[in-house]
């Protein structure tokens, strides 16, 4: 005999006790709760005492593996970016991926669905018709090996993994995008249907990660997920199956880039283990920041776009030698790798140049030096840039970057 508490539809509450030391709470007869002394079994979910996940994934502690992926912070900020180039960025983790004679413009805009800020916005400026085999228009989303390792991408014992998004177009039908490895010899395309035009809808791609190829833990790219607003045949795949090859999407989708002025939206990009696309995991704006200033950060003030001509968070130094600058800013945290340092003057704005008072006022030439993963040491120009070697005071504001 087992204690029962049983809700019977027709009978109301039924209690029947015994000593076996086990209570189970039914409903209609259907066991719903267990409790004895192996702990506390839910037949839904598993037992408490042993569980080992959540929905396929961990059972506490971070469970999106993106960064950013609500759109809530644009260090770079300036209100449309166009990407027209490989790796320009608006808002910060997500970048381009563009080789064509067609253009679209990356937007952080606040038209989203319910319980988000921001989202990213994508317009097509210039449209491409005949996509030429070699071409593609994409945005993507980089991770940085370190973040993956767990997945255990490449080995027997690869994670299946939930890659899940809030998406609207003024399109319909299906789209594509693809994940793919660093060396982009391994990929896997991928398609969803946007069902109705202008209409937020939340979609969702499960996969069992790669069990071969060669997939990087270390600070490089590791995995590479994207979406595809029109590529030629050479990368084209075939949809939902890990492939050699270098792939942006499976062949049979909308090519938004086609379509003048057609738009695309996301939020709510979130990557995690296991088979089901659990809610948004939200993060702080601070949180996020953090995050994203380990692959570019500046010293400008949040809002303000680089090249502004500003002293708000300004860095300053002294000149004691004819071809050096002793200006030591510290990053705000410790970057992926050495970045990539430009420096611009706080009176003009012009990239390239440090504002020298005192007897100088003038902007002259420099480029950052001595630079580390934490910051840089000082600021070289050309010797003999300034009669003087001593005493002048310089200025500037900087921005660095080490994005994958």
Not at 91 to 118: E, L
Not at 162 to 172: A, G, H, Y
Not at 354 to 369: I, K, L, P, Q
Request: charged fraction near 15%; aromatic fraction near 10%.
């Amino acid at each position: 005999m087992v204690a029962k508490i049983n809700a019977d539809t027709s009978g109301g509450l039924k209690i029947t006790s015994d000593t076996s030391g086990t209570l189970e709470i039914q409903s209609a007869g259907t066991t719903k709760f267990t409790v004895n002394s192996a702990g506390v079994d839910i037949p839904a979910i598993g037992t408490i005492d042993g569980l080992t996940s959540i929905n396929g994934g961990q059972v506490g502690g971070r469970r999106n593996l993106v960064i950013n992926g609500e759109m809530q912070v644009s260090q770079r900020v300036g209100t449309t970016a166009t990407a027209t180039a490989n790796g320009s960025y608006l808002i910060d983790r997500f970048s381009t991926y563009v080789n064509g004679g067609g253009a679209y413009t990356v937007q952080q805009v606040t038209d989203t669905p319910a319980g988000f800020k921001n989202a990213a916005k994508v317009t097509i400026t210039t449209a491409d018709s005949s996509i030429a085999a070699g071409d593609y228009y994409v945005m993507q989303y980089r991770m940085e090996g370190t973040d993956i390792g767990h997945l255990n991408c490449g080995t027997s014992d690869a994670e299946t993994v939930t890659l899940s998004f809030w998406v609207k177009s003024s399109l319909t039908g299906n789209f594509g995008g693809a994940m793919r490895n660093s060396a982009a010899d391994r990929n896997y395309p991928y398609l969803y249907n946007i069902a109705q035009a202008n209409t937020w809808e939340k979609k969702s791609i499960t996969l069992t990660l790669d069990t071969t190829g060669t997939w990087l833990t270390t600070t490089g790219q590791g995995l590479v997920f994207m979406w595809d607003f029109g590529s030629g045949t050479d990368f084209q795949g075939t949809a939902d199956q890990w492939q050699a090859g270098s792939f942006h999407s499976a062949g049979s989708q909308v090519k938004l880039i086609a379509t003048n002025s057609a738009t695309w939206y996301v939020t709510g990009v979130q990557l995690e283990i296991g088979s089901t696309a659990t809610d948004f995991e939200h993060k702080s704006f601070g949180e996020e920041l953090t995050l994203c200033q380990r692959y570019y950060t500046t010293s400008y003030s949040y809002g303000t776009a680089a090249g502004t001509a500003t002293y708000d968070g300004s860095v300053k130094g002294e000149s004691y030698r004819a071809d050096r600058i002793d200006i030591c800013p510290q990053f705000k945290v410790a970057m992926r790798a050495v970045p990539t340092v430009t420096i611009y003057s706080p009176t003009s704005g012009s990239a390239g140049n440090v504002y020298f008072d005192h007897s100088v006022n003038a902007d002259r030439t420099a480029v950052g030096s001595q630079i580390g993963m934490t910051g840089f040491g000082s600021c070289y120009r050309s010797a003999g840039d300034l009669a003087h070697n001593g005493d002048q005071h310089a200025t500037c504001q900087y921005t660095a970057a080490a994005e994958l």
